[in-house]
């Protein structure tokens, strides 16, 4: 059975964007509000970060919105409690992002069960080792019908690349940069060699730039991948006055 990630890159190859927001800020009971405002402004799949206390790959601004979330009030339960009337809502593939703690504490098979119940179509652990994850959860993964998204960096080696494209079912998480998130898309030589030895990889799963996009560099993440993730820009927007109004002038700079 396909999942919402693999119809859409079936019928959608080119200029992808998705969102990243955690659920919980600025406020706890707008996840869905957010969700779906982004929907209705073009956006073609969606992240929602679950909050934790001890984030180590983000950079100031989605730390702060998961400090904000935490003292909300946000955790698994209360995610879980609010995506119950997702899929009443919202249509485009969704996607839950967050570290790996939280996740053990809950219980990996019961996170899994209670995604697929919502609606989710694919988890986003960055700190869940890639043998970790086909030794132990690949099997509780797939029974959910849930996609496992890996990430890749510029220091990826090809061997393990061409392993996590054996394992991925969905799309491959491109990062531009080995560091924090928010940092901007850097266009050095370096990086657009990285980008060209991913694309002559001619891997099977589509790839999906991301960390640091912003409307400038989305046009040339295209370029090399299927599409771009924009994480920090948009949560920083949550930070302003009337937030959900200016979803669809936030988008339409980078459908333009």
């Known amino acids: 059975m396909k999942n ?9 190859k080119n200029n992808l964007l998705s969102i990243y927001f955690t659920a919980g800020y600025p406020e706890l009971n707008t996840t ?7 929907e209705k402004a073009g956006v073609d ?8 206390s001890d984030p180590v790959a983000d ?3 989605i730390q702060h919105s998961s400090e904000i979330a935490l003292q909300n009030g946000m955790s698994l339960n209360v995610l879980f409690e609010q995506l119950a009337d ?18 053990v504490q809950y219980g990996v098979e019961r996170f899994c069960k209670k995604a697929a119940e919502v609606g989710v179509d694919g988890i986003i652990v960055p700190d869940l080792p890639v043998y970790e994850y086909e030794t132990l959860y690949a099997d509780v993964f797939k029974s959910h019908n849930l996609s496992n998204i890996f990430m890749v960096t510029p220091q990826t080696s090809a061997e393990r690349i ?10 491959i998480y491109l990062l531009s940069s080995s560091s924090i998130t928010g940092t901007a898309l850097q266009l050095s030589v370096n990086i657009e060699d ?25 046009d040339k993440a295209c370029e090399y991948a299927s599409g771009a993730i924009v994480g920090t820009r948009f949560v920083k927007l949550l930070g302003e006055d009337e937030y959900l109004k200016k979803i669809p002038d936030f988008i339409a700079g980078f459908k333009a």
């Open 45 to 52: 799949f969606l992240e929602i970060g679950f909050p934790y």
């Open 162 to 171: 061409r392993k996590i494209d054996e394992l991925s079912n969905s799309f």
């Open 32 to 38: 869905l509000d957010i969700a779906e405002a982004l």
């Open 4 to 12: 919402r990630l693999n119809d859409l890159f079936h019928t959608k």
């Open 86 to 103: 997702l899929r009443k809502r919202v249509s485009i593939p969704i996607m839950l992002m967050g570290y790996f703690n939280p996740v």
């Open 194 to 218: 990285y980008y060209k030895r991913i694309k002559a990889m001619y891997l099977k799963n589509p790839a999906i730039i991301g960390f640091g996009t912003d409307q400038k560099s989305f």
């Open 59 to 61: 950079g100031p601004v």
